[in-house]
Structure formats: C-alpha cells, structure tokens
C-alpha cells in the first residue's frame, strides 16, 4: 500500500447467522478508502465474481524406452471455469453525460463521486444480487475451488493499483422435491469362502432414498446371512471422491468421512443390522455439475473377512443443501431438478496448457476465506427488477 492510499477494504453485512448466501440473495457491503492527502483516482471499483479453478503439478521422468529420447520436467495442469462477473464503478472516467455511464453508482445525494477526495476515510456502498439459477457450493480442495468474490480496485495514473478482496460463502437452495434423490437403494453380494475360512455369506443393504442434507442421518439397514465358519463383522464407511479435471488428465483424492464398526454376526446365523450414519454438517454440498471439478460422496458396507478379500456393497449418496432453518433464509424458488447437482455426462476435458510462472511455489494456493462480517438485519426493501443493470451480474448461457 502506498503512502498516499493508506488503506482500502471491502466488506459485507451477513444475511443470516451461519453468514452464507444462496439464490437471489442480497449481498450488501462497503468499500472503505483511507487517504493521507487530497488524491486524484482515476477509477475505483467493486466486482462480483464467481469462478471453478483447478491447478496441480506432476513430475514426469525419463521418455519411452528405446526411443533414445531421455527427458525430465514437471508439467503444471489447470483450468477454470467462469460462472458469473459484474463491476460496478464508484469513480470512472466517462465521455459524455455520466447519468448514462452504464454500472456507474452515484452517493447520497444522487450525485457522482468526486474523484479528487481529502485526506481522511471515505466509504462507498454497494449491492449485488446472487444469481437466481442455481450454481456449484462454495468448495476448497486440494487441487482446485469453487469461489464467489468481491474484489476493489482503485487505479491512479502512474501508480501501482490498490485492490482488497473477500470470499462470501455461497449454498445453493435445496432441491428437495426431485424424484430421483428420493429412490432407495438396495444391493446384494454373494462370497463363496477359501483357505482359512470355509462356507459362503450373503447379505444385502438397503437405505431409504440417495439424497440427505447435511447433519441428517443416513439410515443403512444390512441382511447377513453368515454360514461361514467365523464370526464376521460388519463395517460402514462415508467417504468423499474429490475429481480434478485438466487437459485430458484427472487428479482424484478420497477421504473417509465417517466410519462404523458393528457388532460381529456368529457363524451360521442370519441377522438384520440398522445403524445411522450422521452427515457432518460442516462437509461441502455435492458438486456434480462443473465441468473441472465434482465432488461426490459414497456409502460402503463391508463385511470383515480374516485373511481375505471383503465383500462389500457400495452406493453414491447426495448430499444436497440443508432446509431452511426458520428467519435463516427466504423460502426457497421452486426446485431446478436433480440436473442442478448431476451431469454424469458432462465432460471435463476441455482446457488450454499452462505455462508455470517463475517463483518458489507452483503448488495450489485458493483465496484465503474472509473474515465473516458482523451479522446484520437484511434489508427490508424489495429487490429492484432484474432489468437494473448495476445490481445484477449476467449470467452464463
């Protein structure tokens, strides 16, 4: 920062106690400018921006053998998907009449803002609307994000630029009435035992539906038929899939979430088992329909076999956004369909090499998340029609 911009900020007031914003929200902030002396700005501006972004590197060795081509290097891979952009300017430097300068706000006094300001702080609100579609949650991994920002800048001739920026939480609407969350699922698996252990063993599960919002409870219910020779127990596991996706390669990660051990089932008996497994409300929504990166979740339950290999079933689960919680937030729009979370088909392959810029680190480095604001009532005046140009971003195609 210079000496002459001694500060600039930007912040928001929350919506809601858990600070997150879904569909149609209104999002409105501050930017906060501290000058040491009277300063000319050319621009000062506030954005609001949402884009996916994957970035990984891999080390690769030597070339085929007996090509006599022999080669070392590392090869970054990453791509981006952008979703939305809308800038709106305090201070621009217009030709013509300024009532027309398209996103250019005015202050109190309906007038535009001087663009020579004094020494001292000086404050600049704004408001944005989320989009009413609905796009991916927010999501860090280690490869890749899903982020929603607003960036500042204030441009000075002959200057360096001073910009701030804040990352704002963003989960989607639920989607609770699209059938096809709401199927039970069942599966079957059959073993045959060898070496250390004779007979075979059966069972099936089966749960009640595929989609569950955070901190519900997935309700497994396992049939075993065990007429094997030993007591066998059985095991359940949640576990998260985490798929990068960059010039025709995929980076994947998993991490089990939660994990249950039951009580062993005797030798030549049948049993029904139920366990309840819990959904941390603190996990990332699944994320199915981004073309660079998805984030999906799975339910395995598997019986323990001693030296052997375990028989196990496994179904996808969706883990979709949470109801409402009453004054959380505004009564959801009408559902979009489960094609707003799962495209199986959508392809992730589409992207441009990269070439890794010089520095000490090529590892990925996501925005570091804001500060949450201090809560704050939401504004109680309507949003204006989505034909007002400044409040609105576009949206994609």
Not at 97 to 126: I, R
Not at 181 to 186: A, E, K, R, T, Y
Not at 205 to 228: C, F, P, W
């Amino acid at each position: 920062m210079s000496q002459t911009i001694k500060k600039i900020s930007v912040t928001y007031d929350a919506v809601n106690p858990s600070n997150t914003f879904t569909n149609g929200d209104l999002i409105h902030g501050r930017v906060t400018v501290e000058v040491a002396k009277d300063t000319k700005i050319d621009s000062l501006l506030i954005k609001f921006k949402a884009k996916a972004f994957v970035r990984w590197t891999e080390h690769h060795g030597t070339g085929h053998h007996g090509t006599g081509h022999h080669g070392k290097g590392t090869v970054t891979y990453w791509d981006k998907e952008k979703y939305f952009t809308s800038e709106q300017y305090f201070i621009k430097e217009v030709k013509g009449n300024d009532d027309f300068a398209p996103g250019l706000l005015k202050n109190a006094s309906g007038q535009p803002y001087c663009d020579v300001v004094a020494p001292g702080t000086h404050v600049y609100p704004f408001a944005f609307q989320v989009p009413q579609q609905t796009l991916p949650a927010s999501f860090k991994g280690e490869w890749g994000y899903v982020g929603y920002f607003l960036v500042t800048k204030l441009s000075r001739s002959m200057r360096l630029s001073s910009k701030d920026k804040v990352e704002i939480h963003y989960i989607p609407k639920p989607v609770i009435t699209d059938p096809a969350l709401m199927i039970p699922q069942d599966g079957t698996k059959d073993k045959r035992m060898k070496l250390f252990t004779s007979g075979n063993v059966s069972f099936s599960i089966h749960t009640d539906r595929m989609g569950y919002s955070l901190g519900e409870g997935i309700k497994v219910v396992a049939e075993v038929q065990n007429s094997s020779s030993r007591d066998l127990k059985p095991k359940y596991c949640l576990y998260s899939k985490h798929s990068f996706f960059a010039r025709g390669k995929r980076r994947l990660s998993t991490h089990d979430i939660v994990k249950v051990e039951g009580e062993p089932i005797a030798q030549s008996t049948h049993q029904t088992i139920t366990k309840i497994l819990t959904i941390p409300p603190s996990l990332t929504m699944s994320i199915l329909d981004c073309r660079i990166l998805k984030v999906e979740y799975r339910l395995k339950v598997y019986l323990d076999v001693p030296y052997a290999s375990d028989p196990e079933i496994t179904f996808p689960i969706v883990i979709i956004p949470p109801a409402p919680a009453k004054g959380d937030f505004a009564p959801p729009a009408p559902s979009t369909g489960f094609g707003g979370y799962w495209n199986p088909g959508q392809e992730g392959w589409n992207s441009a090499p990269y070439t890794a810029p010089p520095g000490p680190s090529a590892a990925f480095a996501p925005f570091a998340p804001a500060a949450p604001s201090a809560p704050s009532a939401p504004a109680a005046a309507p949003p204006p029609s989505y034909e007002s140009y400044a409040l609105y971003p576009p949206l994609p195609n």
